[in-house]
């Protein structure tokens, strides 16, 4: 990705999980990956002052307690939290779903691929594609540096 | 891009326009390039029933009339124009620029590159990433 903030990964399924892990770890992607295994536990994720705001995030779709097209409810409407691209990665290829996400506002839909060679190149495309795209500094960053030229001056 | 509708062109500047375009041929990878020059004539041209409606727009900042973060914000207030992925294509590198298109939620902020080669490349990304990831393709 075009920064080295972490990448938050909303997944309820542990072995999807290790397989988004390998392909970073094989594409040698510097971005550390966060992982939530749902919604609920994303947005606490998100809310915990401690944990660096991730550039991207990658959310499945069917997740229990609170599933992915809540969490984009309640993340778009945040004025912080609205700002982080969103991508979708589910194996839904239902037009319903991706109807629903893309007015939800994603940045991308991603029909999980099957096959771990083609889940390494959609990894990578993604990861090309969020180097080429500019992506918004958060404040918290701004609020942090003027906090450390405070201190220095 | 996955979809064979037309590529939404909002941009002013005739030269940039026109480096879109043959990129765009060079590469072979869009249905038709509609081509608009400011956020006024592009909601004109998505809210008229003559014109099918684009997969993907490309969107200028700068531009006279309706800019692009004002164009974004009717945009992203309408239940149906809202949810076709926009990227934003632009000369500005800065920072407010980049957070208030996150802000209205664009899928991607390229800033153009000046060399025309560097120029294609960019695009290749865009259609290789717009080709994997899926469109809305329900009815309006």
Redesign the interface.
């Known amino acids: 990705m075009r920064n080295s903030k972490p990448v938050l990964l909303v997944e309820d399924d542990g072995v999807d999980a290790m397989t988004v892990r390998r392909a970073f770890k094989d594409l040698k992607i510097l971005n550390p990956l966060a992982h939530s295994a749902n919604g609920e536990e994303a947005l606490a994720y998100l809310a915990d002052p401690s944990n660096e705001k991730p550039c991207v995030i990658l959310l499945d779709l069917n997740m229990p307690k609170m599933n992915g097209a809540e969490f984009l409810k309640v993340a778009?409407a945040d004025?912080d939290l609205?700002?982080?691209?969103v991508?979708v990665l589910t194996t839904s290829?239902e037009?319903y779903d991706?109807?629903r996400s893309?007015?939800l506002?994603?940045?991308?839909?991603?029909?999980k691929p099957v096959d771990y060679r083609n889940f390494v190149e959609?990894i990578r495309?993604?990861d090309?594609?969020w180097t080429?795209?500019?992506?918004?500094?958060q404040?918290v960053g701004v609020k942090d540096a003027k906090f450390k030229a405070s201190v220095v001056g | 891009m996955r979809s064979s509708k037309p590529v939404l062109l909002v941009e002013d500047d005739d030269v940039d326009a026109m480096t879109i375009t043959r990129a765009v041929d060079d590469l072979e990878i869009a249905g038709p390039l509609a081509r608009v020059t400011d956020g006024e004539e592009a909601l004109k041209y998505l809210r008229s029933r003559g014109n099918e409606k684009p997969c993907i727009i490309f969107l200028d900042l700068n531009m006279p009339r309706m800019n692009g973060a004002e164009f974004l914000k009717v945009v992203?207030a309408d239940?149906t124009l809202?949810?076709?992925?926009i990227i934003v294509l632009t000369a500005s590198?800065e920072?407010c620029d980049?957070?208030s298109s996150?802000?209205l939620?664009?899928?991607?902020?390229?800033?153009k590159p000046v060399d025309y080669e560097r120029f294609v490349q960019?695009l290749k990304?865009?259609d290789?990433?717009w080709t994997?990831?899926?469109?809305?393709?329900?009815r309006w």
Request: with cysteine; hydrophobic share 45%.
């Open positions: 778009k004025a609205r700002k982080i691209p991508i290829r037009e991706i109807v893309f007015e506002s994603v940045a991308g839909y991603i029909v959609a495309t993604i090309l594609y080429l795209s500019e992506l918004p500094e404040e | 992203k239940d809202k949810r076709v992925p590198k920072q980049i957070v996150f802000d939620c664009v899928a991607g902020y390229i800033v960019a990304t865009i290789l990433y994997l990831s899926e469109l809305p393709n329900g």
